[in-house]
Nanobody
Framework: QVQLVESGGGLVQAGGSLRLSCAAS????????MGWFRQSPGKEREFVAV????????VYADSVKGRFTISRDNAKNTVYLQMSSLRPEDTAVYFC??????????????????WGQGTQVTVSS
């Protein structure tokens, strides 16, 4: 079993930056691919970014490409989401997720085995 805990959310003005962290328990973190998703009230969960187990391959949603960067530190069992040039439409609860298939770059939430509880990001205009 893997437990994921997100942190780093908060309130920021449009144009600002935040870095989200997702800390994982367990010794198998380095073998998982890790994704970030987000969900706004009344909307479906949306894919944001994903990274393979080795940190080399990444995929981003078009809406965040060039503004967000996903990275990981396997020694710290942590995955990050650096968010820059934030917009009000980025306001959402952000979730990290882990897939046992470390090479999988899934944009679909069904491709993940474990989920965190989420952290709120609010971008004011």
């Amino acid at each position: 079993q893997v437990q994921l805990v997100e942190s780093g959310g908060g309130l920021v003005q449009a144009g600002g930056s935040l870095r989200l962290s997702c800390a994982a328990s367990g010794r198998t973190f380095s073998s998982y691919s890790m994704g970030w998703f987000r969900q706004s009230p009344g909307k479906e969960r949306e894919f944001v970014a994903v990274i393979t187990w080795n940190g080399i391959n990444t995929v981003y949603a078009d809406s965040v490409k060039g503004r967000f960067t996903i990275s990981r530190d396997n020694a710290k069992n942590t995955v990050y989401l650096q968010m820059s040039s934030l917009r009000p439409e980025d306001t959402a609860v952000y979730f990290c997720a882990a897939s046992r298939n470390g090479w999988k770059l899934s944009k679909d939430g069904s491709g993940y085995n474990y989920w965190g509880q989420g952290t709120q990001v609010t971008v004011s205009s």
